[in-house]
């Protein structure tokens, strides 16, 4: 049974910086795309960033290009998401999410199979 847990959540203020972590049980990480995607309130779930298990051609959403960075300890099997910089408008659930995959990572999140709970993020100006 696949399980995702997210931790680091909070509050912050515009321009300061916040990890997130995911750790993944029942997968094999090098058979395992993982990413986080966010849902702000009255808006459509977003993708953040992705990381394959190859650790390459990570993807970043042009809206977090630059100021986020997504990082994966395969022998921990442990997503991480560094922010920076972070806006108001950064404010959202932030979701882990994965799915078996030998190469890449799907860009649309109705491809994922597994999901963390979700931790709040909220940036406030």
């Known amino acids: 049974q696949v399980q995702l847990m997210e931790s680091g959540g909070g509050s912050v203020q515009a321009g300061g910086s916040m990890n997130l972590s995911c750790t993944a049980s029942?997968?094999?990480?090098?058979?395992?795309?993982m990413g986080w995607f966010r849902q702000a309130s009255g808006k459509e779930r977003e993708r953040v960033a992705t990381m394959p298990p190859d650790l390459t051609n990570v993807r970043y959403a042009d809206s977090v290009e630059g100021r986020f960075s997504i990082s994966r300890d395969t022998v921990k099997n442990t997503l991480y998401l560094r922010m920076n910089d972070l806006r108001p408008e950064d404010t959202a659930i932030y979701y882990c999410a994965g799915h078996a995959s030998v190469f890449g990572c799907y860009l649309d999140g109705f491809r994922y199979s597994d999901w963390g709970q979700g931790t709040e993020v909220t940036v406030t100006s």
């Open positions: 029942g997968v094999d990480a090098r058979r395992y795309c």
